[in-house]
């Protein structure tokens, strides 16, 4: 997996995880997934 990739997922997931304390629950939940589901492909 390339680093721009990696960075941009460790990215993506910090983003998802402060919408979902901060934001919407249910919104940074299903981020969290599709985040999760990109990095078991």
């Given at each position: 997996?390339?680093?721009?990739?990696?960075?941009?997922?460790?990215?993506?997931?910090?983003?998802s995880?402060?919408?979902?304390?901060?934001?919407?629950?249910?919104?940074?939940?299903?981020?969290?997934?599709?985040?999760?589901?990109?990095?078991?492909?």
């Amino acid at each position: 997996m390339p680093g721009d990739v990696m960075s941009r997922v460790i990215i993506n997931y910090a983003e998802s995880f402060f919408v979902y304390y901060y934001v919407d629950k249910q919104k940074g939940k299903r981020q969290l997934q599709d985040t999760l589901k990109f990095l078991k492909k």
